[in-house]
């Protein structure tokens, strides 16, 4: 490698200076937060941001649609303890924020979007100030500021500003959890009410997505308690127990014949693929977990170091401590999943997500100083996917908003045609329909089979695929079927269709 005479330096160190300068330069604008009289409302400024205009502008996506569907079917249906969507049994796991939604319908009148999305970014807001409050007992303000950045930046979590779905809400209750049985360990008791609190915590956390990703909180405390805190074994596993009682519970109440597959399939158990294609699956997992944990994929590894080294050479604090249990909570279950013999895919680590930033908010205090050639980056990094998702917000969205509202626009193109008709309008069960769009279209909505909807004997309106449409004509050619419409939401096209039976 070449060397400057002068210097005595590399070529490459020299690049790296100028590279690190402006790293540099951040780092000491974002350590003046230390200074800020309110730093707390960094992080609701930073929140909010990114979530307006995008919240707004965005439609529904992905399982927004779904979500909202089975929150309707409670309020509309009566369908509260075993879930429907648009009258087709959905008994995969509990929906937490489908009842949440549907409480805040019926306190509002109705099932809307906004039924879904406020309980949800309330619970996203929450999430950032509890890693904010957390730092801020163990550091200094611009550390606890950063954890809150780093959380709401990573690629893996900011696309819930505009996509509601449980990851959120599953994470947010277990680090709640996290937070009430550390600040008992922090002050050397857990008391028997600490211990209710969490164990209510994790049964929430178990009614919103099943119980897989409660091992998120099980293994990972689990793993320190095992090796620092022995006698809050049989707290931790009192809590356990009752919260297990309420998610069976659940699951006792709801099941029918062949629900047990059901829950395999989703639990992962039941997907056979040979052993190159499991093994490129999980290497697929580990390369978007680098991505998508970003800065705090940066940062895990000298994270680790530190804590081998505290724990050999006996130098701990509770900020040790800390970042000892923030480790175990977001590697334990990581790598259960890494080795789990079903497909994976990176936000089923979303639970993870949250001790990860308190990890990159504990290394900023202690390394920012001593090692500013670590910090800086994963700073920058974090800046650079902040100011890209305000892009994202602030300008592409607004500049072209139909590129974002699909589902929108195809639901109300729906209710104008239905116009207040009480009849249901009908749409095929299963995954054939895009729920995106229903969420537009005022009246009641049923799910149909097509051989049902062919046999349907008087006049109905009906959203199908054209593949399907031909179908129930091949089913019964004597239908007679109007096209009142063709839309497109999710990629996939769909006529709106009056059937009018013969005679």
Same mark, same amino acid.
């Given at each position: 490698?070449?060397?400057?005479?002068? !210097?005595?330096? =590399?070529?490459?160190?020299?690049?790296?200076?100028?590279?690190?300068?402006?790293?540099? /330069?951040?780092?000491?604008?974002? @350590?003046?937060?230390?200074? +800020?009289?309110?730093?707390?409302?960094?992080?609701?400024?930073?929140?909010? #941001?990114?979530? $307006?205009?995008? %919240? $707004?502008?965005?439609? !529904?996506?992905?399982?927004?649609?779904?979500i909202?569907?089975?929150?309707?079917?409670?309020?509309?249906?009566?369908?509260?303890?075993?879930?429907?969507?648009?009258?087709e049994?959905?008994?995969?796991?509990?929906?937490?924020?489908s009842?949440?939604?549907?409480?805040?319908?019926?306190?509002?009148? @109705?099932?809307?979007?906004?039924?879904l999305?406020?309980?949800?970014?309330?619970?996203?807001?929450a999430?950032?100030?509890?890693?904010? =409050?957390?730092?801020?007992?163990?550091?200094?303000? =611009?550390?606890?500021?950063?954890?809150a950045?780093?959380?709401?930046?990573?690629?893996?979590?900011?696309?819930?500003?505009?996509?509601a779905?449980?990851?959120?809400v599953? +994470?947010v209750?277990?680090?709640?959890?996290?937070?009430? /049985?550390?600040?008992?360990t922090r002050d050397k008791?857990?008391?028997?009410?600490?211990?209710l609190?969490? !164990?209510?915590? #994790?049964?929430?956390?178990?009614?919103?997505?099943?119980?897989?990703?409660?091992?998120?909180?099980?293994?990972?405390?689990?793993?320190?308690?095992?090796?620092?805190?022995?006698?809050?074994?049989?707290?931790?596993?009192?809590?356990?127990?009752?919260?297990?009682?309420?998610?069976?519970?659940? &699951?006792?109440?709801?099941?029918? %014949?062949?629900?047990?597959?059901t829950?395999?399939?989703? =639990?992962r158990?039941?997907?056979?693929?040979?052993?190159?294609?499991?093994?490129l699956?999980?290497?697929?997992?580990?390369?978007?977990?680098?991505?998508?944990?970003?800065?705090?994929? $940066?940062? #895990?590894?000298p994270?680790?170091?530190?804590?081998?080294?505290?724990?050999?050479?006996?130098?701990?604090?509770?900020?040790?401590?800390?970042?000892?249990?923030?480790?175990?909570? @977001?590697?334990?279950? %990581?790598?259960?999943?890494?080795?789990w013999p079903?497909?994976?895919a990176?936000?089923?680590?979303?639970?993870?997500?949250?001790?990860?930033? *308190?990890?990159?908010?504990?290394?900023?205090?202690?390394?920012r100083?001593s090692?500013?050639? *670590?910090?800086?980056?994963?700073?920058?990094?974090?800046?650079?996917?902040?100011?890209?998702?305000?892009?994202?917000?602030?300008?592409?969205?607004?500049?072209?908003?139909h590129?974002?509202?699909? +589902?929108?626009?195809?639901?109300?193109? #729906?209710?104008?045609?239905?116009?207040?008709?009480?009849?249901?309008?009908?749409?095929?069960g299963?995954? +054939?329909?895009?729920?995106n769009?229903? *969420?537009?279209?005022?009246?009641?909505?049923s799910t149909?089979?097509?051989?049902?909807?062919a046999?349907?004997?008087?006049?109905?309106?009906?959203?199908?695929?054209p593949?399907?449409?031909?179908?129930?004509?091949? %089913?019964?050619?004597?239908?007679h079927?109007?096209?009142?419409?063709?839309?497109? @939401?999710?990629?996939?096209? &769909?006529?709106?269709?009056?059937?009018?039976?013969?005679?």
């Amino acid at each position: 490698m070449r060397l400057d005479k002068a !210097s005595g330096r =590399s070529a490459a160190g020299q690049l790296w200076d100028k590279v690190f300068v402006p790293g540099a /330069w951040l780092l000491a604008k974002f @350590s003046d937060l230390d200074r +800020s009289r309110w730093p707390i409302l960094w992080v609701i400024g930073l929140f909010w #941001i990114q979530a $307006i205009p995008a %919240t $707004i502008i965005r439609a !529904s996506n992905l399982e927004e649609g779904r979500i909202i569907a089975m929150a309707r079917g409670a309020v509309e249906d009566g369908h509260w303890l075993t879930p429907f969507v648009y009258g087709e049994r959905f008994a995969e796991r509990p929906v937490l924020l489908s009842w949440l939604a549907a409480f805040f319908g019926e306190a509002t009148g @109705s099932v809307t979007l906004w039924s879904l999305r406020i309980p949800h970014l309330c619970f996203f807001l929450a999430g950032a100030l509890l890693i904010y =409050s957390l730092l801020r007992s163990m550091t200094g303000k =611009s550390a606890a500021i950063f954890g809150a950045l780093c959380w709401i930046s990573m690629p893996v979590v900011a696309p819930k500003f505009i996509n509601a779905e449980p990851d959120i809400v599953l +994470s947010v209750l277990l680090f709640s959890a996290f937070c009430i /049985w550390w600040h008992g360990t922090r002050d050397k008791g857990i008391t028997p009410g600490r211990w209710l609190c969490i !164990s209510v915590l #994790i049964a929430l956390a178990g009614l919103t997505k099943g119980p897989q990703e409660v091992a998120y909180f099980t293994l990972g405390v689990g793993a320190y308690i095992l090796l620092r805190q022995r006698d809050q074994i049989p707290g931790f596993i009192a809590a356990h127990i009752g919260a297990g009682l309420v998610i069976g519970g659940w &699951y006792g109440l709801v099941y029918q %014949t062949g629900d047990a597959d059901t829950w395999k399939a989703h =639990s992962r158990l039941t997907q056979t693929t040979d052993v190159l294609a499991t093994v490129l699956g999980h290497l697929d997992f580990v390369k978007s977990l680098a991505v998508e944990f970003l800065p705090g994929s $940066i940062l #895990i590894g000298p994270a680790i170091m530190i804590a081998i080294d505290r724990w050999r050479d006996g130098r701990r604090d509770m900020r040790d401590d800390l970042l000892l249990a923030a480790i175990l909570y @977001s590697v334990a279950c %990581t790598l259960v999943l890494l080795f789990w013999p079903g497909k994976v895919a990176a936000r089923y680590a979303m639970p993870g997500t949250m001790t990860l930033a *308190v990890i990159c908010g504990l290394l900023f205090e202690n390394w920012r100083h001593s090692h500013p050639r *670590v910090i800086a980056p994963a700073l920058v990094v974090t800046c650079m996917i902040f100011g890209g998702l305000l892009v994202r917000g602030w300008i592409v969205m607004p500049v072209v908003p139909h590129l974002f509202q699909e +589902s929108r626009l195809a639901g109300q193109a #729906i209710d104008a045609i239905l116009k207040g008709d009480s009849k249901p309008l009908y749409v095929a069960g299963g995954d +054939s329909t895009d729920f995106n769009m229903l *969420v537009y279209v005022r009246g009641p909505i049923s799910t149909i089979a097509l051989d049902e909807l062919a046999e349907l004997n008087v006049p109905a309106i009906a959203v199908l695929r054209p593949e399907h449409q031909r179908a129930v004509l091949q %089913t019964r050619p004597e239908l007679h079927l109007i096209e009142k419409d063709s839309i497109v @939401s999710g990629k996939t096209h &769909y006529n709106i269709i009056k059937i009018i039976p013969p005679g």
